[in-house]
């Protein structure tokens, strides 16, 4: 899907953003959707914020050009997903925010997977972003914001992205359905996980899962397993569900056994969900 479509697909946030450019907020979290999908929305928004077109970003001048292929001075890009974000990249933040934007009207720092950052970068974060108005904004992309430190979350508008129902979906709903199922009943889990298991469809399923959650938290149409996760969840349980999606994610980077993953990711979700709400 390409970038145009994308935006097509979320209209209601473009308008958003749009509507936001004129006195932007500080920061933004994008949850939802594919990893790159929240990467593409974090440049847009800098687009937004620094394109000299009124009616909205053109994409096509060299401003946009250059955010959208992350060459422009202004734009820093800090990725979670090749290592985790460390105290030692917020000091680079601390340094930067102090000087004026060099080309662009605001300096945007944006945030891939930010649920790599470690606690104390998060923290050091939090304080800058506590930080009165100025010219720097920041944008963090998550899979679901639980992911973030609540009070990170509280300084932030949080915004949405639609879950593509893709064919990973549909061939996976089986699975998935089967999982809901012996998170209801307590049976069945090893019965799945018999077959061989790949990898790509172990981080299939979590990813299945991380949108089943973004999905059971907002407040989009509800069915058959959203219900039962809607049900059964408080805002507790999402974190920790999240949480250990994540680590999910982790183990099967380091090779832990697709398999292994699966099972394990069951019983602790079993667990959560069945935990006495207190
Ligand atoms: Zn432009």
């Given at each position: 899907m390409d970038f145009k479509e994308q935006l097509g697909k979320n209209s209601r946030i473009v308008f958003i953003l749009n509507k936001m450019k004129?006195?932007?907020?500080r920061v933004i979290v994008f949850e939802g959707g594919l990893k790159e999908e929240r990467a593409l929305f974090g440049k847009y928004w800098a687009c937004c914020v620094n394109c000299f077109n009124d009616k909205g970003p053109?994409?096509?001048c060299r401003t946009c050009d250059d955010i959208l292929n992350l060459r422009f001075p202004d734009v820093f890009l800090f990725d979670g997903d090749e290592s985790s974000i460390g105290i030692e990249l917020v000091r680079d933040i601390i340094r930067e925010?102090?000087?004026?934007p060099r080309e662009g009207k605001y300096k945007v720092f944006l945030f891939y997977e930010?649920?790599?950052?470690t606690l104390n970068a998060a923290n050091s974060l939090l304080k800058i972003l506590e930080e009165?108005?100025?010219?720097n904004l920041f944008v963090l992309m998550v899979p679901?914001?639980?992911?973030?430190l609540p009070t990170i979350v509280s300084r932030s508008v949080v915004l949405t992205l639609k879950w593509q129902r893709t064919q990973i979906e549909k061939d996976l709903s089986d699975v998935i359905s089967h999982l809901v199922r012996f998170w209801e009943t307590g049976s069945g889990l090893f019965k799945l996980s018999e077959k061989k298991m790949e990898i790509k469809e172990v981080e299939q399923i979590i990813i299945g899962l991380q949108a089943m959650l973004v999905d059971a938290v907002s407040d989009e149409q509800h069915h058959g397993n959203l219900n039962f996760f809607k049900k059964n969840l408080t805002s507790q349980k999402v974190w920790q569900i999240s949480f250990f999606l994540e680590q999910g994610l982790f183990m099967l980077k380091s090779n832990v056994s697709p398999r292994m993953v699966f099972e394990w990711l069951g019983l602790n979700i079993y667990k959560i969900l069945k935990m006495n709400q207190t």
């Open positions: 004129k006195s932007p907020q053109c994409l096509e925010k102090n000087i004026p930010a649920q790599n950052l009165p108005k100025d010219r679901q914001k639980g992911n973030l």
